[in-house]
């Protein structure tokens, strides 16, 4: 496949992810079905999901299903349980800082820790395809590392500046059960339930019983 043979392509340590970033993109789009997305307090949102062990066909189509999921919700990350799929993989298709596209995915990810200087905060507004229609101001680091493994099992380190470090961050969060807006004060957080309850997603959710 494209993607894996450029996935494999490595500066410094770090997955070359902007590369045939289109190109990529549609492939994995095309080949996939958009599913719709699973909305706070489905179940599948709110645990750690399983680690992927079987790097084959099936979790090809599924990273397929998740591009074409994530570009019919006009997303820039989707993580599988957002799709209902209780797996630790998420896609993206997200530009950083400097207005530099970055394509790819990252099987069982891991946050590595940053130094101290690293540890710079960006308290920039932040969203979810499973908060629909909310939206707050949230701190987090912005650069981002993370480690974990690509779509054939073979280990990779992508890193991120900016909208992109954040997009990292969000993205493994959702697969230890972690929504950006568990990060939120009460209030904060209530807020943004109240933004989703009056907002409509422009995208197919999947209704909560």
Do not use: W
């Amino acid at each position: 496949m494209a993607q894996q043979e450029t996935d494999q392509l490595v500066n410094d340590g770090f997955v070359v992810d902007t590369e045939d970033c289109e190109e990529r993109e549609r492939a994995h789009r095309e080949r996939g079905t958009s599913r719709p997305i699973t909305v706070v307090g489905n179940p599948v949102l709110h645990k750690e999901c399983r680690d992927v062990t079987e790097f084959d066909d099936e979790l090809a189509a599924l990273i397929d299903d998740m591009f074409a999921s994530q570009r019919t919700a006009e997303g820039v990350g989707l993580a599988a349980n957002q799709i209902g799929v209780d797996l630790k993989v998420f896609i993206y298709d997200c530009p950083d800082d400097e207005g530099v596209r970055h394509v790819g995915a990252v099987c069982n990810p891991v946050l590595e820790e940053l130094a101290p200087e690293q540890r710079v905060l960006d308290d920039s507004n932040e969203g979810c395809l499973s908060v629909p229609t909310a939206y707050a101001s949230l701190a987090r680091p912005d650069y981002a590392v993370v480690r974990g493994q690509d779509a054939e099992g073979k280990p990779i380190r992508v890193r991120g500046t900016g909208y992109f470090a954040r997009c990292l961050q969000h993205e493994t969060d959702h697969l230890y059960g972690r929504l950006y807006i568990d990060r939120l004060s009460k209030r904060e957080r209530k807020d943004a339930l109240r933004q989703m309850a009056e907002g409509a997603p422009r995208y197919p959710v999947v209704p909560n019983d």
